[in-house]
């Protein structure tokens, strides 16, 4: 097998470990191949992808033993030179800055990928070989320094990305299904945390290997280290990830804080995961918590939907968090919470808004603000009682979300501040009846299980609007029944009447 500059020394150069690499003459081969894959001068891709296949050659021939040798009595063996020719392999198939890789970049990317995808499989498979093997007890060690730089390609080429195919999509799980069976692992998340207490996981591991590509200045050099980032920090949860809270939290915030709206949602994917995977005790300590509100708080001025909608999550996730250090003692006016404070927020929003997309994003999470708030939501109800009205009013195209999330939320506001109801029984009879009209007055613009839904809902809050005063709706609507010809508007307003008269909800 021939390799370029057989004669020449190879550098150290890009390379972290000191002293001597093996002096076998395997060990030569490896060290000519890494210093091809890593010097300066060799940056053309044609040489670079003749070491992998000079590599790939090397490993098919190698007898499996040899490649352990000096794990147990060198600090620099085979192991340590394994690791760092994956590492190499790993960057060589990295995808390219995201304004470098756009058109064929990124198929140059895959084919890359897949060449080095089969050179990972040869390579783990004579581990796998090892396992059962007296002659070679020492594969674990040896493969310490392999599987963070084989896992980081994995996932960088199995994730749906631009720049992975049909092809290096496949070889990528296939090299990370192998891992996990040559490290006698059940799961991805075994892999990282460890399989049982004894075992220790490579999360961290895998952490320091993306560290230096997620600092302010380097985190857009890979497209992929953000989602390898991110996939992986998901694999992680209770009770195992409050104890990487430091490696974790900042590149989450860094990442959610940029100004692309697709890096903004993936970071507060990230946060959601923390909070949702981290004691309250950790997260109110050293004032995280409020870093990651103040942090989730200002992306709610983007009008983007999607950010909207992953922002909110979050909050409502990290609200039962924040309330944790709020202790009211009685006596006097109960303190206003952060859900008061983006409730809001999202209300000054909402009246305004025009954009469909907007709309049923806000009316989808407002009923859960309102259980939040239960009782406290009186303190805005003249502004969700604009809200409400308003967007019973506007028609919301097919699936009518936005209406039915918002008679879910007045429903949910009888229920809670009735005894604030009465007095608004006028306005809100008005828009009832109205949006009972309007749907069945619709010819043909929403499907029939919808508007079936939509008069079910609306009959409900008239129902429960009755029972909110007393009784008093039903006498209003005898006039409505006696003129009406509708027959569907006659069915819901005879449904009310048929209720027998109760006692208010007291929220409950």
């Known amino acids: 097998m021939e390799h370029d500059r057989s004669r020449e020394s190879p550098s150290r150069e890009g390379t972290s470990l000191p002293g001597e690499w093996p002096s076998s ?68 198939a990295a995808p390219p800055k995201e304004q470098e890789g756009r058109g064929h970049g ?49 996932v960088t080429h199995s994730l749906e990305q631009p720049w992975t195919s049909p092809r290096s999509h496949d070889v990528a799980g296939e ?21 049982n207490e004894d075992e220790k996981g490579r999360f961290i591991l895998i952490m320091e290997l993306l560290k230096p590509d997620l600092n302010k200045e380097s985190w857009k050099n890979n497209p992929a280290t953000k989602h390898v980032f991110s996939w992986t920090l998901q694999q992680v949860s209770r009770p195992w990830l409050n104890q990487h809270l430091e490696r974790i939290l900042p590149p989450s915030l860094l990442i959610s804080d940029d100004y692309q709206t697709e890096n903004k949602i993936l970071g507060v994917h990230c946060l959601r995961h923390i909070v949702l995977n981290v004691p309250a005790a950790d997260l109110l300590q050293y004032n995280r918590a409020q870093v990651l509100y103040h942090a989730l ?3 709610l001025y983007t009008p983007e939907y999607r950010l909207i909608q992953a922002v909110l999550s ?47 994003t806000y009316a989808r999470n407002l ?27 506007v028609y919301d195209g097919p699936e009518e979300e936005a209406r039915l999330k918002t008679l879910e939320t007045l429903k949910l506001l009888m229920q809670y501040t009735w005894p604030r109801v ?22 043909n613009l929403t499907p029939e299980p919808v508007k079936s839904a ?31 010809e509708d027959s569907k508007v006659v069915n819901c307003i005879r449904k009310v009447q048929q209720v027998s008269e109760g006692t208010p909800y007291d929220g409950t």
């Open 25 to 92: 003459a395997l060990g030569q081969s490896f060290s000519q191949i890494l210093h091809r894959l890593t010097c300066q001068e060799s940056r053309r891709d044609k040489a670079k992808s003749a070491a992998v296949q000079d590599l790939s050659a090397l490993i098919e021939a190698t007898e499996r033993d040899q490649f352990f040798e000096g794990s147990g009595t060198s600090l620099h063996g085979m192991p340590e030179m394994l690791g760092q020719v994956a590492k190499a392999l790993e960057k060589y």
């Open 106 to 154: 990124y198929s140059e990317v895959a084919e890359k990928a897949a060449a080095v995808g089969l050179v990972f499989l040869k390579l783990l498979g004579k581990f796998e070989a090892a396992k059962n093997s007296l002659v070679c007890p020492k594969w674990k060690t040896g493969l310490r320094d392999l599987a963070g730089p084989i896992y980081i390609f994995a």
């Open 175 to 195: 090299v990370l299904a192998l891992l996990l069976q040559v490290t006698e692992c059940g799961s991805v998340a075994g892999f990282l945390h460890g399989e």
């Open 297 to 299: 708080f200002n992306h």
């Open 314 to 360: 979050c909050l409502l996730d990290l609200f039962p968090v924040l309330e944790k250090g709020l202790h009211w003692k009685g006596g006097g006016a109960r303190p206003t919470t952060h859900c008061d404070e983006v409730l809001q927020l999202i209300l000054t929003h909402m009246e305004p808004e025009h954009r469909l997309l907007l709309r049923r």
């Open 367 to 393: 009923p859960a603000f309102v259980k939040r708030l239960g009782i406290l939501t009186v303190r805005h109800l003249k502004r969700l009682e604009r809200v409400v009205i308003g967007y019973l009013e």
């Open 422 to 443: 009465s007095c608004r029984r006028v306005v809100l009879l008005k828009a009832l009846l109205k949006l009972i009209c309007d749907v069945a007055r619709d010819p």
């Open 454 to 484: 939509l008069l079910e809902e609306a009959t409900d809050c008239l129902i429960l609007l009755d029972h909110c005063c007393q009784g008093q709706v039903k006498g209003l609507l005898v006039k409505i029944l006696q003129s009406c």
